[in-house]
């Protein structure tokens, strides 16, 4: 079992930055991988970024690669996720997902355990 609470959402204007952590409690954290997702208003959830157990793996969706960074750190059950270069269509809640290893068709992740999002909304 694992619970996750996202926070460090909010508003920031384009070209901004943010950085979202993800704070997990359960001892299946540290071999978990550990993804995070977005909605928008009216889309499905996609597939951001995701993180192997040990740190030594990352992918990024297309729509992301070279603004955002994940980064886990199993001493403080926490995984984050550095948001640079913030555009106005990077606006929808964030949800960190921990799970098992998955295929790329699924985003590398299948998620067991969900938490409750984190708001982000980028002003043009």
């Known amino acids: 079992q694992v619970q996750l609470v996202e926070s460090g959402g909010g508003l920031v204007q384009d070209g901004g930055s943010l950085r979202l952590s993800c704070a997990a409690s359960?001892?299946?954290?540290?071999?978990?991988?550990i993804g995070w997702f977005r909605q928008a208003p009216g889309k499905e959830r996609e597939w951001v970024a995701v993180i192997n157990w040990s740190g030594t793996s990352t992918y990024y969706a297309a729509f992301v690669k070279g603004r955002f960074t994940i980064s886990r750190d199993n001493a403080k059950n926490t995984v984050y996720l550095q948001m640079n270069s913030l555009k106005p269509e990077d606006t929808a809640v964030y949800y960190c997902?921990?799970?098992?290893?998955?295929?790329?068709?699924?985003?590398?992740?299948?998620?067991?355990?969900w938490g409750q999002g984190t708001q982000v909304t980028v002003s043009s």
């Open positions: 359960g001892r299946a954290f540290s071999s978990a991988r």
């Open positions: 997902a921990a799970g098992r290893t998955a295929g790329q068709a699924m985003g590398f992740i299948f998620p067991d355990y």
